[in-house]
């Protein structure tokens, strides 16, 4: 076998296996893609009727607008931005979308004369805020392709722990998430949304004026006061929550699409190898049969 | 007889839903036990079993953490963050847990609050045994 031929047959080799590879990780991201989505569903019920819960306990509390969640600070210099990126690559875009987000927001608070501190979920990106010397408030990685409820909730102490702490002491006064926003299977947008301070007023009015029923008049117990307090934290638990159930559905959705390029790319590489190195074995053959009929037409004439 | 619709959900899954007719639980101020044609009542819950027992007979417990529940008009949500019912703890690990968090000091408030987790939990499964 010719030199020129045993190279191409090593490529063809050495794509096929990354083939394999590839094509593994789509077939594995696709079915993680489903039960992320499951999970987000299965959420659901919760979120409903913590909403509920937080709403009717609301309407009943002495003053929810000066609630240390609710209200806006009165000098506003300190944000927090909760990104969410992927442990690992090979992801497409999925985590450099979701930080140039970050970055841009970053940039706008900015200009408002806000200090930004970043909270990072995902190894991607805490290693591009590390690479580029930015002190973090908080680093989360090792779950964001199967993000449990403690997960969600030691992220939401932290970021709570910091906006209660008094501005004097470096609290911060708001905290935005920038998360990606999984629409279905073909199309995932980052958002931002901002976490703390709630905007639970509005959702009170919308939701007693939406299906026309006053609250059942609840008795509450200790107190409408005491249940608020306890709710509102687990409400940015679930936001957070969400947020990470909807990112690594993201991510699973990004994986799966670069794997599916990669796998095709593969298909087409070795399409033009195998012509190639059919090339080459044909121009092989087609010499050694010049050779053999040249040395027939020497031995002849001799 | 009027019936309990009670339901438990956690942030995760649903855990539970069926036709009881009472529910104990264990609030900030006390116990308290629902019976069918209670009054609305909206209520903290502490890390405590939750006693149910359905129509048939049966009793269901589970060990919620962190929540509260609501009683309107027979319907009975409980919410919980965590949550599982008596049947899916694993006996063993809960017991490696609470000794795990007793053997921490006594001044760290994560690992009080993980003893009375895995507390709650085997009071629940040696309760159903």
């Given at each position: 076998m010719g030199a020129q031929l045993r190279v191409f047959r090593r490529r063809i080799k050495s794509v096929q296996a990354t083939k394999k590879i590839t094509k593994a990780m789509e077939l594995i991201a696709s079915s993680r893609i489903v039960k992320a989505?499951?999970?987000?569903?299965?959420?659901?019920?919760?979120?409903?009727?913590?909403?509920?819960?937080?709403?009717?306990?609301?309407?009943h509390a002495s003053d929810i607008a000066n609630h240390p969640l609710v209200r806006d600070p009165e000098v506003r210099d300190r944000a927090a931005v909760l990104v969410i990126t992927a442990d690992r690559g090979l992801a497409g875009a999925y985590s450099a979308n979701a930080i140039r987000e970050a970055a841009g927001l970053t940039r706008l608070l900015n200009e408002q004369g806000v200090t930004v501190t970043p909270y990072v979920v995902g190894r991607k990106g805490v290693a591009w805020f590390r690479f580029r010397g930015v002190t973090m408030g908080g680093e989360y990685t090792g779950f964001t392709d199967q993000p449990t409820y403690a997960d969600a909730r030691r992220i939401g102490d932290d970021?709570?722990?910091?906006?209660?702490?008094?501005?004097?002491?470096?609290?911060?006064?708001?905290?935005?998430?920038?998360?990606?926003?999984?629409?279905?299977?073909?199309?995932?947008?980052?958002?931002?949304r901002r976490a703390l301070p709630l905007e639970v007023v509005d959702e009170v009015v919308d939701s007693s004026a939406g299906d026309g029923l006053p609250f059942p008049l609840y008795e509450f117990e200790p107190g409408a006061d005491l249940v608020l307090d306890a709710l509102l934290p687990r409400y940015i638990d679930h936001a957070v929550y969400t947020a990470l159930l909807m990112?690594?559905?993201?991510?699973?959705?990004?994986?799966?699409?670069?794997?599916?390029?990669?796998t095709d790319n593969a298909e087409d590489l070795i399409r033009s190898l195998t012509r190639q190195a059919n090339q080459a074995r044909q121009a092989e053959i087609t010499q050694e049969i010049s050779e053999i009929v040249g040395g027939a037409d020497a031995l002849a004439s001799a | 007889m009027a019936e309990l619709n009670v339901s438990i959900v956690s942030a995760e899954r649903a855990i539970w839903r069926g036709q009881a007719k009472s529910v104990v639980a264990k609030t900030p101020d006390g116990e308290i036990g629902i019976l069918p044609g209670h009054s609305p009542v909206l209520a903290l819950l502490l890390d405590a079993p939750l006693r149910i027992e359905?129509?048939?007979?049966?009793?269901?417990?589970?060990?919620?953490?962190?929540?509260?529940?609501?009683?309107?008009?027979?319907?009975?949500?409980?919410?919980?963050?965590?949550?599982?019912?008596?049947?899916?703890?694993?006996?063993?690990?809960?017991?490696?847990?609470?000794?795990?968090?007793?053997?921490?000091?006594?001044?760290?408030?994560?690992a009080v609050a993980a003893a009375k987790r895995a507390e709650t939990r085997l009071a629940v499964a040696v309760g159903s045994r």
């Amino acid at each position: 076998m010719g030199a020129q031929l045993r190279v191409f047959r090593r490529r063809i080799k050495s794509v096929q296996a990354t083939k394999k590879i590839t094509k593994a990780m789509e077939l594995i991201a696709s079915s993680r893609i489903v039960k992320a989505q499951q999970r987000l569903e299965a959420s659901g019920p919760y979120l409903q009727q913590l909403t509920q819960a937080i709403s009717a306990a609301a309407s009943h509390a002495s003053d929810i607008a000066n609630h240390p969640l609710v209200r806006d600070p009165e000098v506003r210099d300190r944000a927090a931005v909760l990104v969410i990126t992927a442990d690992r690559g090979l992801a497409g875009a999925y985590s450099a979308n979701a930080i140039r987000e970050a970055a841009g927001l970053t940039r706008l608070l900015n200009e408002q004369g806000v200090t930004v501190t970043p909270y990072v979920v995902g190894r991607k990106g805490v290693a591009w805020f590390r690479f580029r010397g930015v002190t973090m408030g908080g680093e989360y990685t090792g779950f964001t392709d199967q993000p449990t409820y403690a997960d969600a909730r030691r992220i939401g102490d932290d970021l709570l722990e910091a906006f209660l702490t008094p501005e004097s002491e470096g609290g911060i006064d708001e905290i935005h998430l920038v998360y990606t926003h999984f629409t279905n299977m073909a199309v995932q947008q980052v958002r931002v949304r901002r976490a703390l301070p709630l905007e639970v007023v509005d959702e009170v009015v919308d939701s007693s004026a939406g299906d026309g029923l006053p609250f059942p008049l609840y008795e509450f117990e200790p107190g409408a006061d005491l249940v608020l307090d306890a709710l509102l934290p687990r409400y940015i638990d679930h936001a957070v929550y969400t947020a990470l159930l909807m990112s690594a559905a993201s991510e699973h959705a990004a994986r799966r699409r670069a794997m599916k390029s990669a796998t095709d790319n593969a298909e087409d590489l070795i399409r033009s190898l195998t012509r190639q190195a059919n090339q080459a074995r044909q121009a092989e053959i087609t010499q050694e049969i010049s050779e053999i009929v040249g040395g027939a037409d020497a031995l002849a004439s001799a | 007889m009027a019936e309990l619709n009670v339901s438990i959900v956690s942030a995760e899954r649903a855990i539970w839903r069926g036709q009881a007719k009472s529910v104990v639980a264990k609030t900030p101020d006390g116990e308290i036990g629902i019976l069918p044609g209670h009054s609305p009542v909206l209520a903290l819950l502490l890390d405590a079993p939750l006693r149910i027992e359905t129509t048939e007979g049966t009793k269901v417990l589970a060990a919620v953490h962190g929540g509260f529940f609501s009683v309107d008009s027979d319907t009975v949500n409980v919410i919980a963050e965590t949550a599982e019912l008596a049947e899916e703890i694993d006996v063993v690990r809960a017991k490696a847990a609470l000794d795990r968090a007793r053997s921490a000091s006594a001044e760290d408030d994560p690992a009080v609050a993980a003893a009375k987790r895995a507390e709650t939990r085997l009071a629940v499964a040696v309760g159903s045994r």
